[in-house]
Structure formats: structure tokens, C-alpha cells
């Protein structure tokens, strides 16, 4: 079992930077694959970054590609994801996911409660 425990959101300008962690419990948070998803109010949750569980591969939805960086501290139990540039199309609640697969694309075991992002225009 993993326990997922998001914070760092709150609210933001367009163009503004946050960083937002997931904290996961467990002595095995090294063995798996780590993500972050969003939902916006009145659309379906969606794939935002991946990790693998070394921190060598990542993967990024296109719209977000060269603004937000995934990255994890398997010392730290911990995966985070910094947000530059945001834009109010970036509102959404973000969500921390695991996975026992190589990406969480892939499938998801875990999710965290979720961390609400908002930027105002």
C-alpha cells in the first residue's frame, strides 16, 4: 500500500510559478513509477507528467511541455512538480498517482487526494 499526500497548490497570476509535492508513504516508494494528473471543473481527469522510478525517463503532456519539470527524491519519499509559466487553462485540481508499471500512462495503483491549482488572468 501507498499512502499519497499532495500540497503546494494554491493561487497564482498567468505567468506565475508554483511547486507542488507528493509525499508517499511506504519503504518501496523507489519501485514505483510516479505521475501527476489534473481535473478542471466539468472535464475528465487528465495525464500532465510521468517519472520512472529512477527519475532517468519523463514524459509530458504536450501542453505543458517546456513549462512544468517533473522530478523525484527517492530519498525523500517524495515527487514533485514545478510549474512555470501558468496559464489559466492550468486551473484544475492536480493529482500525485502511482504506478507498479514502468509509467503511470500505463495504469494507476495509487492516487492522493489532490491539491487545488487556480491562475488568474
Known amino acids: 500500500q501507498v499512502q499519497l499526500v499532495e500540497s503546494g497548490g494554491g493561487l497564482v497570476q498567468a505567468g506565475g510559478s508554483l511547486r507542488l509535492s507528493c509525499a508517499a508513504s511506504?519503504?518501496?516508494?523507489?519501485?514505483?513509477?510516479m505521475g501527476w494528473f489534473r481535473q478542471a471543473p466539468g472535464k475528465e481527469r487528465e495525464f500532465v507528467a510521468a517519472i520512472n522510478w529512477s527519475g532517468c525517463n519523463t514524459y509530458y503532456t504536450d501542453s505543458v511541455q517546456g513549462r512544468f519539470t517533473i522530478s523525484r527524491d527517492n530519498d525523500k519519499n517524495t515527487v514533485y512538480l514545478q510549474m512555470n509559466s501558468l496559464k489559466p487553462e492550468d486551473t484544475a485540481v492536480y493529482y500525485c498517482?502511482?504506478?507498479?508499471?514502468?509509467?503511470?500512462?500505463?495504469?494507476?495503483?495509487?492516487w492522493g487526494q489532490g491539491t487545488q491549482v487556480t491562475v488568474s488572468s
Open positions: 511506504g519503504r518501496t516508494f523507489s519501485s514505483y513509477a
Open positions: 498517482a502511482a504506478s507498479n508499471r514502468p509509467m503511470v500512462v500505463a495504469g494507476v495503483d495509487y
